[in-house]
């Protein structure tokens, strides 16, 4: 499985900025993909994620909620992030991360331990 982050980048306050992540080596259809950030000196922490199995679930950190949106395009296999109203807060270094196999994407987003494979990051800068 491999994971490949791009978007990352240096904005001012309220600005936007989108991430994408593209995914291969694997064929599951349940799965949960979702994006991670990690600041300086903190642990890292869920940001939003998705859940293929059934109908299909989102996850969003509270810290999030309303400014970010993730989405899928499945024929590419590529997770996006797509990120306004950013914030200095929202500094750090993202990771995009998958888990194969059943669950929800609030677990997952909740629990990073839990994700299997993870890309090398990409770094938001907000000022």
């Known amino acids: 499985v491999q994971l490949v982050e791009s978007g990352g980048g240096s904005v001012q306050a309220g600005g936007s900025l989108r991430l994408s992540c593209a995914a291969s080596?694997?064929?599951?259809?349940?799965?949960?993909m979702g994006w991670f950030r990690q600041a300086p000196g903190k642990e890292r922490e869920g940001v939003a994620g998705i859940y293929t199995g059934g109908d299909g679930t989102f996850y969003y950190a509270n810290s999030v909620k309303g400014r970010f949106t993730i989405s899928q395009d499945n024929a590419k296999n590529t997770l996006v992030l797509q990120m306004d109203n950013l914030k200095p807060e929202d500094t750090g270094v993202y990771f995009c991360?998958?888990?194969?196999?059943?669950?929800?994407?609030?677990?997952?987003?909740?629990?990073?331990?839990?994700?299997?494979?993870w890309g090398q990051g990409t770094q938001v800068t907000v000022s």
């Open positions: 080596g694997y064929t599951y259809s349940s799965y949960c």
């Open positions: 991360a998958l888990h194969l196999g059943y669950g929800t994407s609030e677990y997952f987003i909740q629990h990073p331990p839990e994700m299997s494979y």
